[in-house]
């Protein structure tokens, strides 16, 4: 049996100058050779001047005076920060003695990222493992998910049909004792990882920059994780807003509606369990079509953004940088730098989960469906995308009253899975989410522990 690999604490991805000196020299290293399992130190936000990888977006780009700055993903392990996740939901069962080496297969619910997340953190620390996703997502995905080693389980349909995940995972739980679940959208480590690290990351991202304070921090929530974020920005900024972004065809958290788009990573038809409906202030819907036909400008035609002030090397960087949500996030922080009236020494924080090299797919799938894909044409989508979005489709539920209706999803969504009504109404006060954060400095010193163990 392979000796299974313990890495990082939740500071150390925090703050990779945490690591051991030579540890983090060799993961550095590492880099090259992907399937290292010292690439465990390197799931970070961190480059290697332990400088948080972002961009400040050209405001010939995004057409607002607000400084917007992107968290950039694809430099994670795997290419995603999902891969953040996945490595602490398994550590935290390592700890807690309920995920067992060379006795537990994981399982890793999913419409992609966090499956390729799951498949190569297994893959590094020696588990099996099979993602279960649906059957119509991109291609790349399932080819990245099979080259990490995890099988496929697929259930029916694609991006907003990711509860059919949930509930398989569910059934093979029942019929074998050695699977153990990895579910993104219900357990706290993806909560805790996204308010320490991707939070911290974030207030550390800004400084230098107009106010070097955060006015706004907007992210679509597939698994809500990376909304945990602003849980910690508001600990820091009160008066930042928290706008959660999803897909205008499939607007379950706006008004309840259902329905298939292309955003692929959110829109999921629920209100996740570890979503903390408390501290999201605005919901935002953003079109499917706007979110792909933007990554096609921005990959495929950068000349356009020069057309329109960007610079030459600016628009030539930025081409690999986002995937679909990517765009959509980016989207939403437009329309939210709008709907608040920013100004231009206020900063509005998004995240790119992964890159471009996920998605060829649907850019090709694109070309299908529209009948021109000419320059006449890209700029009228640039203006649309970017320049000229809208601030609409935009609700306000700072007020209690107006979050009941989430509340209430999240009994529908979540007491068919076993949680009791008591439990979800726990989950209305903030002392609930205090608590589950405070984990993290639990986990870190068992974590230190195992791998004390592990050298001896």
Request: proline share 4%; with cysteine; net charge negative.
């Given at each position: ?18 690591i051991?000196?030579?540890t ?14 010292l690439?465990?130190?390197n799931i ?5 001047a332990?400088?948080v ?6 405001k ?5 005076d607000a ?15 999902k891969?953040?996740?996945a ?6 069962g390592?700890v ?14 999913s419409t ?7 498949s190569?953190?297994?893959n ?5 493992a099979?993602v279960?996703?649906?059957d ?9 998910i099979?080259?990490?080693g ?24 029942k ?15 993806n909560?805790?990882?996204?308010r320490?690290?991707t939070g911290?990351?974030?207030i550390?991202a800004v400084?230098g920059i107009?106010n ?5 921090f907007a ?6 994780g990376?909304l945990?974020?602003g849980?910690q920005?508001?600990?820091?900024f ?9 897909p205008?065809e ?8 259902r329905?298939?788009h ?33 990554m096609?400008?921005?990959h ?19 081409v ?7 765009i959509c996030?980016?989207?939403g922080?437009i ?21 471009f090299?996920r998605?060829?797919?649907?850019l ?14 890209l700029?009228r989508w ?5 320049l000229?979005?809208e ?14 209706r ?5 009994e529908?969504d ?17 002392t609930?989410?205090?608590n589950?954060?405070q ?11 195992m ?6």
């Amino acid at each position: 049996m392979h000796k299974i690999p313990y890495g990082p604490t939740y500071h150390e991805m925090l703050d990779p100058t945490m690591i051991d000196p030579k540890t983090r020299k060799d993961a550095l290293v590492a880099k090259e050779d992907e399937l290292n399992p010292l690439n465990l130190f390197n799931i970070t936000w961190k480059d290697e001047a332990n400088d948080v990888r972002k961009i400040v977006l050209p405001k010939a780009l995004t057409g607002v005076d607000a400084n917007i700055i992107v968290l950039l993903g694809n430099a994670f392990p795997s290419g995603s920060h999902k891969v953040g996740p996945a490595y602490s939901t398994l550590i935290e069962g390592c700890v807690d003695g309920t995920i067992v080496p060379g006795e537990h297969t994981i399982l890793g619910p999913s419409t992609g990222n966090f499956g390729i997340g799951v498949s190569y953190i297994c893959n590094l620390m020696h588990y099996d493992a099979i993602v279960i996703m649906p059957d119509n997502m991109s291609k790349e995905r399932y080819q990245r998910i099979s080259r990490y080693g995890a099988l496929l389980d697929l259930t029916p349909g694609t991006e907003s049909d990711v509860i059919l995940t949930l509930e398989r995972t569910y059934e093979l739980v029942k019929t074998n004792p050695h699977y153990r679940s990895l579910a993104q959208f219900e357990l706290f480590p993806n909560y805790r990882f996204h308010r320490y690290v991707t939070g911290h990351s974030a207030i550390e991202a800004v400084k230098g920059i107009g106010n070097s304070r955060i006015a706004c921090f907007a992210s679509a929530p597939g698994s809500a994780g990376t909304l945990a974020a602003g849980d910690q920005i508001k600990a820091v900024f009160p008066e930042a807003k928290i706008a959660a972004l999803e897909p205008y065809e499939c607007s379950t958290l706006t008004d309840g509606g259902r329905g298939q788009h292309r955003i692929e990573g959110i829109g999921d038809k629920m209100c996740t369990l570890i979503h903390n409906v408390l501290t999201t202030d605005f919901l935002v819907m953003v079109s499917d079509e706007d979110a792909v036909r933007g990554m096609k400008i921005i990959h495929d035609a950068p000349h356009i953004l020069e057309e329109y002030g960007v610079d030459p090397l600016v628009a030539k960087s930025m081409v690999d940088l986002f995937g679909v949500s990517g765009i959509c996030n980016i989207q939403g922080a437009i329309k939210m730098a709008k709907h608040l009236r920013l100004s231009e020494g206020d900063n509005v924080v998004t995240v790119a989960t992964d890159g471009f090299d996920r998605y060829a797919s649907v850019l090709e799938n694109l070309e299908t469906r529209v009948l021109e894909t000419e320059d006449y044409v890209l700029r009228r989508w640039f203006k649309d995308v970017f320049l000229n979005v809208e601030a609409n489709h935009i609700t306000d539920i700072r007020l209690r009253h107006a979050k009941d209706r989430l509340f209430e999803q999240k009994e529908k969504d979540w007491i068919k899975f076993g949680y009791s009504k008591a439990y979800l109404d726990s989950m209305k006060d903030m002392t609930f989410w205090e608590n589950e954060y405070q984990k993290v400095f639990h986990y870190d010193k068992e974590i230190k522990e195992m791998r004390k163990k592990d050298d001896k």
